[in-house]
């Protein structure tokens, strides 16, 4: 039987992480639950020990960011695999046993994600992440997991998203904790080394869209810089097999030079646009992935029930 330890990161969001705590002591199938405290002064502690041997809890001294709480609770997880859960988040409760069902039946999987509905702070559903692929459950050899990656047709999206198994995050080097954002593509980046990729077509999880969110307030210039650093990291580790289909790593760049841009153009900075997108405008190459991209943001778009307008505005069509 694959077990399973949920492990829900925090800082100072006792609210919100009693609900992310319930959604995971009500799932179907048997797990360790641990609370990651970074340090909170909200009452956490207290919180997490009230309820006893129901969840195992691990503080970090000082506030480690994201990253370093995510280290600080797979250090006392002792499930095979590890479901990770951010405090403003939350399961399904039949997220797990899906999981597990779908990783038995692919013991040589080592991360398995599945769709999630972004919801605001109401809890009302804003959206659903597109389907990676054909079936209930869709499955990737290792050999094409990065080239899948670099060409963001292998989406394996956010910690709520996402499991990994164990031993293959602990063979990767954890996560990193010199990176304030991305820390989570840069580990899915390292995990998919080790093993093959499942993806569920079935909502699992909630995720909550915070209007002025922690990556929304990151200059442009930043993300798009971190945008190119995860590429370089992804294009490094393409199978073999693949090198023969990649596009140049330069168009790679461009491509995301014209993303950027766009993003800013919607925040109506112009001059900042056209600084970003410069070094794309005349590349070919990067106009047809920019376009093949937005195809596939369209048919994303499309599933929401709300005015795409709305989504742009709480960032969640960038």
């Known amino acids: 039987m694959t077990t399973f330890s949920i492990v829900i990161t925090t800082f100072n969001r006792l609210d919100l992480v009693k609900r992310a705590v319930a959604s995971a002591l009500a799932q179907t199938y048997p797990c360790q639950v641990v609370i990651a405290d970074n340090a909170s002064t909200d009452g956490t502690q207290a919180y997490a020990e009230s309820l006893g041997q129901q969840v195992a809890y691990v503080r970090n001294p000082t506030n480690r960011n994201h990253s370093g709480a995510v280290n600080a609770g797979t250090t006392v997880a002792t ?46 559903e804003l959206s659903r992440t597109l389907a990676p692929g054909p079936g209930r459950v869709f499955y990737v050899p290792q050999s094409a997991i990065h080239y899948g990656m670099l060409l963001d047709q292998v989406p394996f999206g956010t910690p709520v998203q996402v499991a990994v198994r164990r031993d293959a995050l602990a063979q990767s080097g954890g996560w990193d904790e010199t990176m304030t954002s991305c820390d989570d593509i840069d580990s899915w980046i390292r995990v998919a080394e080790h093993g093959d ?27 798009l810089a971190t945008n190119i650093l995860i590429k370089s990291r992804i294009y490094n580790r393409v199978s073999p097999d693949y090198r023969d289909h990649l596009p140049p790593r330069s168009a790679i760049e461009r491509y995301l030079h014209l993303h950027w841009g766009l993003v800013a153009l919607k925040q109506r900075r112009i001059g900042t646009a056209l600084a970003l997108a410069a070094p794309g405008l005349i590349s070919p190459h990067a106009w047809k992935m920019l376009l093949q991209a937005r195809r596939q943001r369209v048919h994303a ?9 709305v989504l742009v505005e709480l960032g969640v069509t960038d």
């Open 197 to 223: 990729a499942l993806f569920i077509n079935e909502c699992l999880a909630y995720r909550t869209v915070w209007t002025g969110g922690y990556d929304q307030k990151i200059q442009l210039q930043q993300r």
């Open 301 to 309: 778009d499309a599933q929401s029930p709300i005015p795409k307008r």
């Open 79 to 124: 499930g095979d695999w590890i479901k990770l859960l951010d405090d403003d988040d939350y399961l399904a409760p039949h997220c797990i046993a899906t999981m597990a069902e779908a990783i038995d039946q692919h013991p040589q999987a080592v991360i398995c994600s599945c769709r999630a509905a972004q919801v605001n702070q109401e809890g009302r």
